[in-house]
């Protein structure tokens, strides 16, 4: 009898030597690195996606097998090894630049490659699956799994491993210095930016929090050279009109345009995130449709937050122009927009040409003014 165990509430079953908290530490992370050997004794350490699930009420881990674009995933130096040497081991662990956070549980069992059509198959592509959304568009069936059974577990917890450990998301630590890391950049090298990384960018922004779900923002990329020329000679415009009000003398107007020009014009790509309205709640009175709309700005902002946390991600850079607040309509005219959609910013992405200077971030005690 073997049953699903996907959910962090409930009770792995615990084998031999294998404890409960190693266990639930091993179901909730989602990497593992897998050792084998070949029967010469030569190691192989691979990482590994895996799901930890019950097979007549022991607990075991299964491995599916990625469809490869090319060849026959039987012949995987994993698969072989295990083929001709059960005995495997795999490590799951956390690390912090707070080493009382450090963490990891080692896993020794027995392996097996499960065949389609075998009884474990079916529940373990499920459970695989049920963790990793990745899977949900790869022909699994059709491919072997590794099944490990006879589980048995070593830990190591750091004394500040514990606290709250259970609810830790795997990618803390990333997430912690993708946040650090992200910075505003203004000067861009001419290096290309692989269409992968704006379509990623913009997935991302789109699983920003927003009004009722109603995700009021649309994007418009804009890479040929001549638009964004065009674009930046028509907001030079205003550019020019509102630097003159501000009695700017001429030549620091002049300076200041030709560094705006530039970054439109180097950055190989421009990003405008519009706001977009129509399917906002609409109210009665002019307060809470106010509210409506400043929620969706809101919303933009956090949208356009994700978008920048993603590009850095990938290993390029952007930055945040607030210029088309300034003329809408302008550029608008000059992309061809509708008026649905509203220009709210110019994030352009590309390379740094160098790392940008950074003000001094406020420590914590000083952004919480009360905890009550
Ligand atoms: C709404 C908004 C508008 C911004 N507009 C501009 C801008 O027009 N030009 C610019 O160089 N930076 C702009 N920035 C970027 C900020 O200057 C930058 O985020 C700030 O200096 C902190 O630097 P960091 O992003 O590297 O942490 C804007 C940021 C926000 C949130």
Known sequence: MMSLNTDPETPVAIGASATF??????RDRRVG???????????????V????????????????????????????????????????????????????????????????????????HAPAVAAVRAKYQQYASMRLEHLPVILIEALTTTSWLGS????????VRSGRDEFAELVRGRRSVRAFSSRPVARWIIEEAITAAGWAPSPHG??????VVVESPERRLALADAMAVTWHEQLSLDGQDDAVIASRLAKSRDRLIRAPVLIIPCLYLADVDVY?????QAAEELMAVQSLGAAIQNLLLSVYAAGADA??????????????????????????????VGYAAADPVRRPHRPVDELIVAWQ
């Open 284 to 288: 009665p009175d002019i307060d809470r």
């Open 21 to 26: 908290s190693d266990l639930a530490f091993v």
């Open 33 to 47: 690195r897998l050792a084998t050997a070949d029967a010469s004794g030569t190691p192989s350490v691979v990482p």
């Open 214 to 219: 109603r995700q009021p923002w649309r994007f």
């Open 160 to 167: 500040g491993a514990l606290e709250g450990i259970a609810e």
């Open 49 to 120: 996606c895996y799901a930890l699930l019950e097979v007549a009420g022991a607990p075991a881990i299964f491995i599916a097998i990625d469809e490869k674009p090319k060849g026959d995933p039987r012949s995987l130096q994993r698969v072989r090894n295990i083929q001709s040497r059960p005995d495997v081991s795999m490590v799951v662990d956390d690390y912090s630049e707070d080493w009382q956070r450090l963490a990891w549980v080692l896993v020794r069992g027995s392996a097996r490659m499960v065949e389609p059509g075998e009884v474990e």
């Open 319 to 348: 930055g945040w122009m607030c210029a088309p607040l300034f003329c809408p309509e302008i550029v608008q005219e000059t992309l061809g927009l509708e008026a649905t959609l509203q220009p709210h910013a110019l994030i352009p």
